[in-house]
């Protein structure tokens, strides 16, 4: 079954009716315009940073833990390249985001280090990336500090 994340709050909705083409409504928590279509249901932490991109890898949307994640407001960050805009770094194997999008295959528990605002060293995190099934592409990338 299909599970739905909102990644704005990252509430998650896996037992809704799916409607033939269009994804469930928006989030019943928060009321975010759009939630995540997700293969398998994941569990983020309160401490994870959900931040949705387009198939360009261009930041759309970020969820709440995203300032306390990284320092980042929403505004420093849409439209910016993700792993770029938050500085994701010293991960094992090729660029995480080209092997979500290009594959359109889950990336899971990658180990990294990311450069939060305003603070000069890096900090560990683990990365979990997942593909869009919609038609518009994109991903959402899941940060969440060690
Ligand atoms: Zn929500």
């Known amino acids: 079954m299909p599970a739905f994340i909102c990644p704005r709050c990252g509430s998650r909705e896996s037992n809704i ?8 409504r928006g989030c019943s928590s928060c009321g975010f315009g759009f939630l995540f279509e997700l293969l398998e249901d994941y569990y983020p932490s309160p401490k994870t940073a959900l931040i949705t991109c387009d198939q360009e890898r261009r930041i759309l949307a970020v969820g709440g833990s995203t300032f306390a994640a990284t320092g ?3 505004s420093d960050l849409i439209g ?4 770029q805009a938050l500085g994701v770094q010293d991960y094992e194997g090729d660029d995480p985001a080209e ?6 295959v889950r990336v899971l528990d990658l ?10 060293e890096l900090k ?8 869009a099934y919609d038609e518009d592409g994109g991903l959402l990338v899941a940060l969440t500090p060690a």
């Not at 910016?80 to 792993?83: C, I, N, S």
């Open 17 to 24: 009716e799916r409607n033939q083409q269009h994804q469930p």
């Open 124 to 131: 560990s995190a683990t990365v979990d990336l997942f593909p």
């Open 80 to 83: 910016h390249e993700v792993l």
């Open 99 to 104: 092997r979500c999008l290009e594959w359109g």
């Open 111 to 120: 180990k990294c280090r990311y450069q939060p605002a305003g603070e000069g």
């Open 72 to 74: 980042y407001n929403e």
